[in-house]
Nanobody, 115 residues
Framework: QVQLVESGGGLVQPGGSLRLSCAAS????????MNWYRQAPGKQREWVAA???????SYASSVKGRFTISGDNTKNTVYLQMNSLKPEDTAVYYC?????????WGQGTQVTVSS
């Protein structure tokens, strides 16, 4: 059974930076891709970024140029570096992966961007 555990959320000022981590119990390369999603209050869950087992990354247009997804297979951890944060980035951020055609989600970590 795969477990995903997010960490690194918190309160940050607009324009600041935050780095989220997603620790996986299995190899991140066992999933075709690892993803970050987010969900703001009263809104649908939104896809944010993805990284394939080959290291190819992709981003939602709303975060492109500001966020960077990366992975460290030695630590079985996926990261989301968030720079130039805006109040609109406030949401619960979730790690996601597919193993054996089954979806796995982390518990979520709260990111609040406010002065």
């Amino acid at each position: 059974q795969v477990q995903l555990v997010e960490s690194g959320g918190g309160l940050v000022q607009p324009g600041g930076s935050l780095r989220l981590s997603c620790a996986a119990s299995g190899s991140i390369f066992s999933s075709n891709a690892m993803n970050w999603y987010r969900q703001a209050p009263g809104k649908q869950r939104e896809w944010v970024a993805a990284i394939t087992s080959g290291g190819i990354t992709s981003y939602a247009s709303s975060v492109k140029g500001r966020f960077t997804i990366s992975g460290d297979n030695t630590k079985n951890t996926v990261y989301l570096q968030m720079n130039s944060l805006k109040p609109e980035d406030t949401a619960v951020y979730y790690c996601h992966g597919v193993y054996g055609n089954r979806h796995y989600w982390g518990q979520g970590t709260q990111v609040t961007v406010s002065s």
